[in-house]
């Protein structure tokens, strides 16, 4: 089975920072790869499909990239309302294996 | 408004069984593939199943694999999850996802339950 490996698994960072969270398949995946965001206490919410489409209603400061098996996450300008755990996914086929999280906090 | 709704979760030893049903609403259920997704206390998330529009495909995470068996009533706009063989390791909180077209392969997880909590524990 293809493996999904986040990192970091935490960060810490200030407010208007850039911030970059990256995620690695063990085999190439084309582009079937999502992220989620996970406030505390909440439901995770689709963020981006397709490595880099922004889901509907999603802020513009998200964007991802990437295709193969490397992909990204990037906050263009962080905001204290971006506090969250954060999971990629794959999707090209069964198991639909999600990456072990990246926890974003404020400094 | 699009609303998966889950119940059934719940206290039960090990070895027991239980059902977790999700009622679907504000969405023609019959077009969309479904999964379960499972988060541990503190832990990230885990794809435990999934079921594909007509109910006429399904696949398992290893872990669940012979004891789990994901179902669907289109007349009811339900989905299931029957869970037997229950070990302290299923303890969860077990979200109905719904995905973004009629397969689970190659479409997303767009709209998540509030999620059900399993317990098992003597």
């Known amino acids: 089975d293809i493996q999904m490996t986040q990192s970091p698994s935490s960060l810490s960072a200030s407010v208007g920072d850039r911030v970059t969270i990256t995620c690695r398949a063990s085999q190439g995946i084309g582009n079937y790869l999502a992220w989620y965001q996970q406030e505390p206490g909440k439901v995770p919410k689709l963020l981006i499909y397709a490595a880099s489409s922004l889901q509907s209603g999603v802020p513009s400061r998200f964007s991802g990239s990437g295709s193969g098996t490397e992909f990204t996450l990037t906050i263009s300008s962080l905001q204290p309302e971006d506090v969250a755990t954060y999971f990629c996914q794959k999707y090209n086929s069964a198991p639909l294996t999600f990456g072990g999280g990246t926890k974003v906090e404020i400094k | 408004e699009v609303q998966l709704l889950e119940s059934g979760g719940g206290l039960v030893q090990p070895g027991g069984s239980l059902r977790l049903s999700c009622a679907a609403s504000?969405?023609?259920?019959?077009?969309?593939?479904m999964s379960w997704v499972r988060q541990a206390p503190g832990k990230g998330l885990e794809w435990v199943s999934a079921i594909i529009s007509s109910g006429g495909n399904t696949n398992y995470a290893d872990s669940v694999k012979g004891r789990f068996t994901i179902s669907r009533d289109i007349s009811k706009n339900t989905l299931y999850l029957q869970m037997n063989s229950l070990r302290a390791e299923d303890t969860a909180v077990y979200y109905c996802?719904?995905?973004?077209?009629?397969?689970?392969?190659?479409?997303?997880?767009?709209?998540w339950g509030q999620g059900t909590t399993v317990t098992v524990s003597s």
């Open positions: 996802v719904r995905h973004s077209s009629a397969w689970y392969k190659y479409s997303t997880m767009d709209v």
């Open positions: 504000g969405f023609t259920f019959s077009s969309y593939a």
